[in-house]
């Protein structure tokens, strides 16, 4: 089988590790890719953006199955536009990933399916926004309706703070059109899972949890980020949860999107609450987490081809993934700077020694070739240095290892990936 995976981060180069062992695969293309995944796939210089661009690449090279990475390609019709094309695609169509693209559509459906997620209002004028934190005191949680670069939350520990976000999103333009609508929405307390399910449509298969680490800084401190570094399996998240979560919101959510017409197909990426009061909803991806995805290839035993092959054939009932009871580890290596200007440019060495600890596997995100073929950053998050191992503990302690053998005085990592369940 030939196969397209489109994107250029830590996920889809996860992906293309994956999909690259499949016995299935005859020929692995990636567009735009990234110089890891260079060494396992050929690389189109097409951007992951550009739709029309993507299925013309898929045409010419009779692709049979296009794997969609980032959201950004789905929300615009990527998959709508392969399958005018006859082309099978991972991913949903434009219709079903609304919800990630809009936060009043992910709260629409939660609460049409009965899914638990956190109450909220949602505002189009400033005064009405101001009056319902004020009734509502604080904290409370601000969300810009669009997609905004995974910028558009604010967690506000007082009223203040909560219509300052009100002022920056909705009159300042802060996140442009995707601030006009907010939704505003009861704070919930808990730790923090993403828990995927593979979708086809009309059944769903869980494909693990990872917790994420959002903070740039050791302890959970500073400003959000894409994600610094995540682990799977994490233990909060029980078999007995997992189950819940299954009943409570995956299966409902998509009984309630393919009544509507629009079937969800894809990864559904569930980011939830561990609350005191069972699991909750807070947002609804519509792909694989980045650093998450990494973590979870790692772990997984099947071959990913065919089922990512199924759920694009509604053929996902009964489908049984395997995993490794063993832990698996990501920590990112960021260029200085980030998350606010990341340095680009700075070389990168000696991710061969880094390779070698034994259980350790490197994924590339933000690299690039420089003109005398050098590695060097170019972007914010730059390399996800993977491990596993018998335990959490083992894996991290691996992970660790390699990355003190990768020479960049140009990045920097978190120093406690795994806190929470070590
Ligand atoms: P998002 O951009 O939707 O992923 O949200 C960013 C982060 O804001 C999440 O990862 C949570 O840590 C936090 N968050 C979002 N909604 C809530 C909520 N209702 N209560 C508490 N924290 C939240
Ligand atoms: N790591 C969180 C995300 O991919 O959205």
Redesign the pocket.
């Known amino acids: 089988m030939k196969v397209l995976v489109v994107g250029g981060g830590g996920r889809e180069h996860a992906l293309c590790w994956a999909i690259a062992a499949s016995p299935l695969l005859t020929r692995l293309i990636c567009a735009p890719g990234n110089p890891g995944i260079a060494e396992i796939a050929e690389c189109f210089p097409v951007g992951a953006e550009d739709v029309a661009g993507i299925v013309a690449l898929a045409k010419s090279e009779a692709i049979e199955l296009v794997v969609v990475g980032p959201e950004a390609p789905l929300t615009l019709g990527m998959a709508d536009a392969c399958a005018e094309a006859g082309i099978p695609c991972f991913g949903p169509r434009k219709a079903a990933a609304l919800l990630e693209g809009s936060?009043s559509f992910f709260k629409e459906i939660a609460n049409a399916a009965g899914a638990p997620t956190?109450a909220h209002g949602r505002f189009t004028d400033a005064a009405s926004a101001r009056a319902y934190i004020r009734a509502q005191g604080a904290?409370i949680?601000v969300?810009a309706d669009g997609l905004?670069a995974?910028?558009?939350?604010v967690?506000a520990a007082t009223v203040e703070e909560a219509e300052q976000a009100v002022t920056e999103m909705m009159e300042e333009g802060l996140h442009g059109a995707a601030g006009s609508t907010l939704v505003i929405?009861?704070?919930?307390?808990g730790e923090?899972i993403s828990f995927f399910a593979l979708c086809d449509g009309q059944h769903a298969v869980p494909l693990g949890a990872a917790q994420?680490h959002?903070r740039v800084g050791d302890g959970d401190t500073g400003p959000?980020t894409g994600g610094m570094g995540a682990y799977s399996p994490p233990p909060a998240f029980t078999e007995p949860l997992q189950a819940e979560v299954m009943r409570t919101c995956i299966t409902p959510v998509l009984a309630e999107l393919a009544r509507r017409g629009t079937p969800f197909q894809g990864v559904l990426f569930a980011?939830l609450?561990l609350t005191a009061d069972g699991p909750k909803l807070?947002?609804f991806?519509v792909r694989f987490g980045d650093p998450e995805c990494q973590a979870l290839m790692l772990r997984l035993r099947s071959d990913l081809l065919p089922a990512l092959l199924a759920a694009t054939q509604g053929e996902l009932k009964d489908f049984d993934l395997r995993w490794e009871k063993s832990a698996s580890i990501v920590v990112v290596m960021a260029a200085e700077g980030y998350p606010t200007t990341p340095r680009r440019g700075t070389e990168i060495r000696g991710l061969e020694a880094a390779a070698q600890v034994p259980g350790a596997q490197i994924f590339h995100a933000g690299t690039a070739r420089d003109q005398e073929g050098r590695l060097v950053a170019n972007g914010g998050r730059v390399l996800g240095v993977g491990a596993t191992g018998a335990t959490l503990a083992e894996a991290r302690e691996a992970a660790y290892a390699a990355v003190a053998k990768v020479e960049w005085p140009g990045g920097f990592c978190r120093g406690d990936i795994g806190w929470r369940a070590l």
Do not use: I, Q, S, Y
């Not at 995974?150 to 939350?153: C, R, T, Y």
């Not at 929405?185 to 307390?189: D, F, I, K, R």
């Open positions: 936060k956190a904290p949680v969300k905004a995974g910028k558009g939350v967690v929405e009861e704070c919930l307390l923090e994420d959002k959000n980011g609450m807070l947002e991806n």
